[in-house]
């Protein structure tokens, strides 16, 4: 059984920072590549960001570029997000997902439809 648990999340002004982390167990977390995707009230999915089994391949949503960056510790079973100068339509609940096929490429990476595995979520909420 695959675990995914998300943390980290929180209220934070417009301009500030969080980390969110997600810890991975039950399963070789290592030969998985992972994504994180968010979902606001109101609005479907969206992609956030992803990286490659190896962590050599990363790629980002067009609206989180140059200010999020995804990032994995092997050795911790667990993938990160990085997000600084977040703005108010940063809120929402942010999951990450586990792919164990593995794909490295944008098309898979970036749809919802191609992930295994999924935690519950960590509430992010930027004040303006």
Known sequence: ???????????????????????????TFSNSA???????????????????????ITYYADFVKSRFTISRDNTKNTV???????????????CCAADQAPRNTYYYLSRPRYYDYWGQGTQVTVSS
Request: aromatic share 10%.
């Open 80 to 94: 990160y997000l990085q997000m600084n100068s977040l703005k108010p339509e940063d809120t929402a609940v942010y």
């Open 34 to 56: 992972m994504g994180w995707f968010r979902q606001a009230p109101g609005k479907e999915r969206e992609f956030v960001a992803a990286i490659s089994w190896s962590g050599g």
């Open 1 to 27: 059984q695959v675990q995914l648990v998300e943390s980290g999340g929180g209220l934070v002004q417009a301009g500030g920072s969080l980390r969110l982390s997600c810890a991975v167990s039950g399963r």
